[in-house]
């Protein structure tokens, strides 16, 4: 299941939410660079034990959400 997620890009922010749970995980403020891409200035997560175990270690945290967007791209450049 950890590979359904609904990711929302709504101006400069980027919503992702588990599909399953219909939570939404995190939030990332980004920054448009000239070339069409975006730098993430600021990710939010959501810190709600009775929905989501947070870890520790913000490292840990930014891996995961790396891990999000590397699914979207590889169903992105699949499609």
């Known amino acids: 299941m950890d590979d359904r997620w609904v990711i929302w890009l709504e101006g400069d922010t980027l919503r992702c939410w588990r599909s399953w749970t219909r939570t939404c995980l995190y939030e990332a403020l980004l ?22 175990h ?20 590889r169903e992105t450049r699949a499609a």
């Open 54 to 73: 947070r870890s520790p270690q913000d490292e840990i945290e930014l891996d995961r959400f790396d891990g999000v967007l590397a699914l979207l791209l």
């Open 31 to 52: 920054s448009p660079l000239p070339d069409g891409g975006a730098t993430c200035a600021v990710l939010h997560v959501l810190d709600d034990p009775e929905h989501y």
